[in-house]
């Protein structure tokens, strides 16, 4: 398929379908040709595929066996050379656009077809966990950004906003994709090397993906992050009941951030989002804990809010 006559265009639909497994945040993942974590995806034949949406849900189906449910479109990939590296170069060289979809599950069933699996979101992204303080990754990438940025101020000033280690309270969860990018930028990590044939970043406990997967995933994350404040999403991750120390944890999961138990749980109960169930849990490994719902409404005309994260300063 060509665009404006002069270079082709090749669009592929790829799905970040995110759940929580025991409390960890993961999504499904699948592998490339050489064995490279990928995201379930798949080109779009204009041909015949009727829609993006009947495309993607194909894609995931056939290479996870995972059925998707509601879908949300995230975003559309189509920056100048982002091409496969291994791609022809000169003037027949495809233009490769990538469209992002977001799913969420609490159905994260093991798979069966080969290399599809539940991965760790924050082992991928291993600077985005701050729940017990500065990831242990942070050791090595502030020098490295430091050393990037020192001789240019719209850098500094980048690494500042985006990567606050000692001021907690002015970390944004909000800005993976951001901070993805300036990773990126600084050549530090393994994509940014396959890129542009460079010597490898440095070591980061991280999990490296194919194609601009890992920016399509931050591009996820930072959306189902955002979410949470303002849409009750966290509760199509959580089962049926839960207790509200399971659904603090989940939350953190989610945020990659420690809460405050009293305020968070002031904040759920105002939200009228939950109602006691009558019921108890005994498989917390202390004492029992009331079970709770999630009602599907909130106060006032129905439109049922996110919910409040009061993180731990």
Same mark, same amino acid.
């Given at each position: ?8 265009v ?18 499904l993942?699948?592998?490339? @040709? ?23 849900? !194909? ?7 995972f059925?998707l ?15 496969s ?18 799913? *969420?599950?609490?159905e ?16 991928i992204f ?13 050791r ?15 850098? !500094?000033?980048?690494i ?16 993976v994709?951001?901070?993805?990018? *300036?990773?990126?930028?600084a050549? *530090?990590?393994?994509?940014?090397a ?27 994350l ?12 966290l ?7 839960f ?6 944890? @989940?939350?953190?999961?989610?945020v ?17 989002l ?14 029992? !804990? ?13 439109? !049922? ?9």
């Amino acid at each position: 398929m060509s665009w404006g006559g002069e270079q082709g265009v090749r669009i592929s639909l790829s799905a970040v379908v995110m759940a929580l497994r025991r409390n960890v945040l993961c999504v499904l993942t699948t592998e490339d @040709a050489d064995q490279a974590l990928a995201l379930p995806s798949g080109p779009f034949d204009p041909v015949n595929d009727r829609t993006f949406e009947r495309a993607l849900r !194909a894609f995931v189906t056939a290479q996870t066996g995972f059925g998707l449910g509601f879908v949300e479109q995230l975003y559309t990939f189509g920056d100048a050379g982002r091409e496969s590296p291994r791609a022809t170069p000169g003037p027949d060289r495809l233009r490769e656009i990538s469209v992002g979809y977001l799913a *969420l599950t609490d159905e994260a069933v093991d798979m069966e077809p080969p290399g599809a699996r539940w991965t760790p979101v924050l082992d991928i992204f291993p600077w985005e966990d701050r729940r017990t303080g500065s990831p242990a990754s942070m050791r090595s990438i502030m020098p490295a950004l430091v050393h990037w940025g020192q001789f240019e101020p719209s850098r !500094a000033s980048r690494i500042d906003t985006l990567m606050p280690v000692l001021q907690a309270g002015r970390w944004d969860e909000t800005r993976v994709l951001e901070r993805y990018e *300036l990773l990126y930028e600084a050549g *530090l990590v393994a994509e940014a090397a396959r890129d542009r044939d460079g010597s490898p970043g440095i070591a980061l406990g991280d999990r490296p993906m194919a194609s601009d997967h890992r920016r399509i995933l931050a591009t996820g994350l930072g959306r189902l992050r955002s979410k949470l404040r303002y849409r009750p999403v966290l509760f199509e991750l959580a089962p049926p009941t839960f207790t509200l120390s399971a659904l603090q944890a @989940a939350a953190e999961a989610v945020v990659g951030l420690k809460l405050h138990k009293q305020n968070f749980r002031r904040g759920v109960e105002r939200t009228g989002l939950v109602e006691p169930t009558g019921q108890v849990s005994t498989g917390t490994g202390g004492r029992p !804990a009331e079970l709770f719902c999630y009602t599907g409404t909130g106060p006032g005309d129905g439109q !049922a809010p996110g919910l409040a994260l009061p993180t731990l300063r």
